[in-house]
């Protein structure tokens, strides 16, 4: 009886120990912890805390690329826009300088070397028979097909107008030997309706024992109200 009773109460005994309230762990030095209300909160913010940690350094990631893309794609767009319009103010610098060259060294119209008048200085103008021809008036509606109004011309200065007809100095001289080509390089700036570009032209006297070299000059072209470009400030390099 009296070892019955003992087992009794050493079988009562392990079962309190095995039951009852919470899961135990139990650790190598012996304790034991059991998880609280107020740990697994903690656990839970701090998992929000890096989750809101991450979002936000992703979000800045996301930000700074797009200003990146935005900065990138502003630069291109302005490289493009000077692109093309240095193309076109290279195809119009290329019709000034023939046309400055034709009105002031040579002449564009057929002239009758037979008949001509002559200045103060005894310079001999011919007659231009070119249909359509018969005053200074028509040769500067020409001439400024190709530059602006906006600037002052030469034209009176090798062309001349009498009885109804139209004369031409036809006083031609010789080109700069030396020159090779001109290359519009920058946009410098825009003023209204006036863009500014710089030209690069280029000389080479080498078959003369002289070292090649370049010159910068002003150019602009004045847009017209119908958009189209006539040539402004010009110098002519040959």
């Known amino acids: 009886m009296k070892k019955t009773t003992i087992a009794i109460i050493a079988a009562a005994m ?25 740990s697994t909160e903690a656990s839970d913010a701090s998992a929000e805390g890096t989750a809101a940690a991450s979002g936000a350094v992703s979000s800045a990631k996301t930000t700074s690329s797009a200003e990146s893309t935005t900065t990138a794609s502003s630069a291109n767009a302005a490289n493009s826009e000077d692109a093309a319009l240095i193309a076109k103010a290279q195809e119009l ?4 300088c023939e046309t400055s060259f034709n009105y002031s060294v040579g002449c564009p ?3 009758d070397t037979s008949n001509y008048i002559e200045n103060e200085y005894g310079w001999q103008f011919y007659l231009i028979t070119s249909p359509g021809i018969n005053s200074l008036a028509d ?5 400024q097909k190709v530059f602006s109004d906006s600037y002052p011309d030469n034209i009176e200065e090798t062309y001349k107008e009498e009885n109804g007809h139209a004369y031409c100095l ?3 001289r010789g080109s700069n030997i030396f020159y090779v080509k001109s290359e519009v390089v920058s ?9 500014f570009f710089t030209v690069r032209n280029y000389y080479d006297g080498s078959s003369w024992g002289d070292e090649p070299y370049s010159e910068d000059k002003k150019f602009s072209a004045v847009i017209k109200s119908d958009g189209s470009w006539r040539a402004g400030t010009f110098t002519l390099p040959y």
Not at 14 to 30: E, F, M, Q, R, T
Not at 93 to 96: G, L, M, N
Not at 139 to 143: F, I, K, L, P
Not at 187 to 195: A, R, T
């Open 170 to 172: 036809n006083g031609a």
């Open 139 to 143: 040769v500067r509606a020409d001439y």
């Open 187 to 195: 946009v410098d700036s825009k003023d209204g309706s006036e863009i």
């Open 109 to 111: 119209y057929t002239l």
């Open 14 to 38: 392990l079962c309190g120990l095995a039951s009852c309230g919470n899961k135990v762990s139990v650790h190598d030095n012996g304790s034991s912890t059991a998880p609280t209300k107020a």
């Open 93 to 96: 610098f290329t019709k000034a």
